[in-house]
C-alpha cells in the first residue's frame, strides 16, 4: 500500500520550512512504512499549493479552485499511490473534493487517522476517509 | 496568457504599487522584477482570469490600477508564496494581492470569507461556524463519553476543558465539532497515550481566521488577541494551533 503525503505551505515554506518536512517524512515513514512513502514532485518548500488555502475554499469560485487545484490532483496521481496525506485542514478538504469532482480515486487522509491506524487503536467512527481496503483493518 | 492588447496610457505611474511598497518590509521588491517568468511558470494560478503573477506585477507597474484592483484574480492566488520561494529577486507578489484583497469594498469581496470573518466575531469561541461555548462544550464531552464507555483501553480518555496550567492549549477547526466530531478523537487518543498536559478552553478554540483572509487587519487582530488571551488566562505554555 502506498501513500503520498501533501507539504502544507502554511506549516512548510511559509512558516517552520524544510525541518517541518522532514518531521513530517519521519513521522509518515514510520506509520505506513519507509518503502511506502512515494513523493510528489517538487515537494517540500518547494511544493505546490493544492488551492485551497486563501480562502479559495470559501470565495465562490469553485471551477478557478479546481481547475487550480488540476495542478496537484496530477502530481498526486503520477505518484500511482491510492493515499495521500493531508495534515492541513484546506489542503484536506481541496485534496479530498479533487479526487471527488475528477473521479480520480485516490483517498485523502488526515494524518492522525493513519496514526491511530498504525497504533491499532482507530475506532470505527473515526474511518471517514479511509477507503474499502483500510476500513476494516484492525477492527 | 495575454488574449488581448492592453493600452497603457504614456507616463502613467502607479500609486496603488507605490502605496503598497511603502507598507512592505523593503518594498516588497516590487521594482525588482527581472520579468523571467518563474512565478507564473510554476503557479497553478496561471491562466486563470486571463493572469498570472507576471502580469499581475506587470501591470501594477505601469500603473494599471483599475484592472489590478478590480481583478477577481487576487481571490483566486492562494498566496502561498511559491513565487517567492521561486523568484531569483525575491519579489513580495503575494504581498501585493494581499493588499488588493483589502482593497476590495467589504461589499464586493466574496460572501464566503467575508462573513465568516464577521461571524466569528459573534462569539468569544472565534468560531467561524458560529459554534458557542456551549455547543462546543457539550459535544466535546458527549464524543468524549462515547469513547469511554465503547472503546477498550480508552476508559479514561479525557478532553479536558479549561484546565488551568495546562502545558498545551489546543485548538481546533470548527469544521470538526459541527460537521464530523468523530474526526476529533484519533488526536485525544494520541495526547492521552504519550501522557501530554493539554487542554481545550470554551474560549478562543476556533483555529480558522477568515479575517486573515479579507485582510481586514483590525478584526483579523481582535480574534487573534481574544484567541491569546484564552491561552494566557490558562496560564497554558504552549499554543497548538491545528491548522
Not at chain 1, 18 to 40: H, Q
Not at chain 2, 21 to 38: H, I, K, S, V, Y
Not at chain 2, 142 to 152: G, I, K, N, P, S
Not at chain 2, 188 to 206: E, P, S
Request: hydrophobic share 35%; net charge negative.
Amino acid at each position: 500500500m502506498k501513500f503520498t503525503v501533501q507539504d502544507p505551505c502554511q506549516l512548510v515554506r511559509k512558516s517552520l520550512g524544510d525541518p517541518i518536512a522532514e518531521d513530517l517524512r519521519f513521522v509518515v515513514k514510520s506509520v505506513v512504512g519507509e518503502e511506502n512513502l512515494i513523493d510528489m514532485q517538487p515537494n517540500r518548500s518547494n511544493n505546490y499549493c493544492c488551492g485551497g488555502g486563501g480562502g479559495f475554499l470559501q470565495s465562490g469560485f469553485p471551477e478557478a479552485r479546481r481547475y487550480y487545484g488540476r495542478r496537484k490532483l496530477d502530481q498526486i496521481l503520477e505518484t500511482g499511490a491510492p493515499y495521500c496525506i493531508t495534515p492541513c485542514h484546506n489542503c484536506h478538504s481541496q485534496i479530498h473534493d479533487l479526487s471527488e469532482h475528477y473521479e480520480a480515486g485516490y483517498h485523502s487522509v488526515h494524518l492522525w487517522t493513519l496514526i491511530c491506524l498504525s497504533m491499532g487503536i482507530l475506532g470505527e467512527n473515526e474511518r471517514e476517509y479511509l477507503g474499502p481496503d483500510l476500513a476494516e483493518l484492525g477492527l | 496568457m495575454s488574449s488581448h492588447v492592453i493600452d497603457v496610457e504614456p507616463g502613467k505611474t502607479s500609486s496603488f504599487k507605490d502605496k503598497v511598497m511603502a507598507l512592505l518590509p523593503d518594498g516588497g521588491n516590487l521594482n525588482l522584477c527581472l520579468t523571467c517568468g518563474l512565478c507564473s511558470s510554476g503557479c497553478p494560478a496561471t491562466g486563470l482570469e486571463d493572469m498570472d503573477p507576471r502580469k499581475f506585477l506587470r501591470m501594477a507597474a505601469l500603473g494599471l490600477d483599475d484592472e489590478i484592483l478590480n481583478s477577481p484574480w487576487a481571490w483566486m492566488c492562494t498566496m502561498c508564496q511559491r513565487c517567492i520561494h521561486a523568484c531569483p529577486m525575491k519579489i513580495d507578489i503575494p504581498g501585493l494581492i494581499a493588499n488588493v484583497r483589502k482593497n476590495w469594498p467589504v461589499e464586493n469581496q466574496p460572501k464566503g470569507i467575508r462573513s465568516s470573518c464577521e461571524l466569528a466575531l459573534k462569539n468569544d469561541t472565534c468560531s467561524a461556524m458560529g459554534a458557542t461555548e456551549e455547543d462546543w462544550q457539550f459535544v466535546v464531552e458527549d464524543v468524549a463519553e462515547e469513547v469511554r464507555e465503547t472503546q477498550e483501553g480508552f476508559e479514561d480518555l479525557q478532553a479536558p476543558m479549561d484546565k488551568e496550567g495546562a502545558r498545551f492549549f489546543l485548538n481546533q477547526n470548527s469544521r470538526e465539532p459541527v460537521t464530523e466530531p468523530d474526526e476529533m478523537v484519533p488526536l485525544w487518543k494520541i495526547l492521552h497515550l504519550v501522557g501530554a498536559d493539554w487542554t481545550y478552553g470554551t474560549k478562543g478554540w476556533a483555529a480558522e481566521n477568515y479575517c486573515l483572509f479579507c485582510q481586514d487587519f483590525e478584526k483579523w487582530e481582535k480574534i487573534v488577541r481574544i484567541k491569546a488571551k484564552a491561552v494566557d488566562d490558562l496560564g497554558c505554555k504552549v499554543w497548538l494551533n491545528t491548522e
